[in-house]
């Protein structure tokens, strides 16, 4: 439907919690359902866009006329969407990407030991931070998860990131963030004041945040 606002255009999704694999049969990983990332998908394709949802592992099933593109790692999150980015038009990173990952992978089952085990951590590129340096054309929409001084660890994302909008997810409020079906978000974007949605289902959150990004494009 060639009326449709983002008829044609190039929409690049991320979504779920990644997984950092520690050895054949363990990873570590986080609380997110895919849900909000899978709202977003959706909503973009209502709008007529051509949706690409690179996931991590969800319960979801894959919504109609979506391209999916299934990762694990947060490397592999970051393979997919460099592979994709230059020629997107918004990109909206939903994900929960770890920040960290095991320093080494085992080959074999890592056995249990007698006392403690220690876990050595190394730190993930930051992909949103790497969009930003690359962007071009595109209107990058981050989020941040936060359980505690939102709006200022927000727009210090929005600014160190270089994103055109970033969605403040207060994950520690009832009905809000990882694995809730409704959601409650702060949208920041550069020389504006900050808009606060009202509490609403993922998918009418996900259509609000659409809206507003189309107003900038
Ligand atoms: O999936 P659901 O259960 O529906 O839950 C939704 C959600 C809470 C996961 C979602 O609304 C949300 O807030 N997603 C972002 C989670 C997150 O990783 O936040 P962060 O503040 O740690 O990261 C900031 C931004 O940088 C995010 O856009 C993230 O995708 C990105 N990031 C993070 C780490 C990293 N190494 N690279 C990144 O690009």
Redesign the pocket.
């Known amino acids: 439907d060639t009326s449709l606002p983002l008829h044609g255009q190039s929409v690049l999704v991320?979504?779920?919690g990644t997984r950092e694999r520690l050895d054949p049969v363990r990873y570590l990983t986080n609380?997110?359902?895919?849900?909000?990332?899978y709202a977003i998908a959706t909503a973009a394709r209502d709008l007529g866009a051509q949706v690409t949802l690179i996931s991590a592992p969800t319960a979801l099933s894959v919504p109609a006329g979506v391209t999916y593109v299934g990762v694990d790692s947060?490397a592999a999150m970051r393979a997919a969407l460099l592979q994709r980015y230059a020629t997107a038009k918004i990109v909206v990173?939903?994900?929960?990407?770890?920040?960290f990952r095991p320093a080494a992978v085992a080959e074999n089952k890592i056995k249990k030991t007698a006392t403690d085990y220690t876990l050595t951590l190394t730190k993930?590129?930051?992909?949103?931070a790497e969009l930003g340096q690359l962007k071009q054309q595109q209107f990058l929409i981050?989020?941040?998860?936060?359980t505690q001084n939102l709006l200022t660890y927000a727009q210090k994302?929005l600014a160190a990131?270089q994103a055109d909008m970033i969605?403040a997810?207060d994950?520690s409020q009832a009905q809000a963030?990882?694995?809730h079906d409704t959601?409650e978000v702060t949208i920041l974007q550069p020389d504006q004041a900050p808009q606060q949605l009202a509490l609403a289902s993922?998918a009418v959150i996900a259509q609000q945040i659409l809206q507003i990004a189309l107003k900038q494009l």
Do not use: H, R, W
Not at 31 to 37: A, T
């Open positions: 991320t979504a779920g609380d997110s359902s895919g849900k909000m990332g947060a990173m939903a994900a929960a990407v770890a920040d993930n590129a930051d992909i949103l981050g989020f941040a998860a936060e994302k990131k969605v997810n994950v963030g990882f694995n959601n993922k």
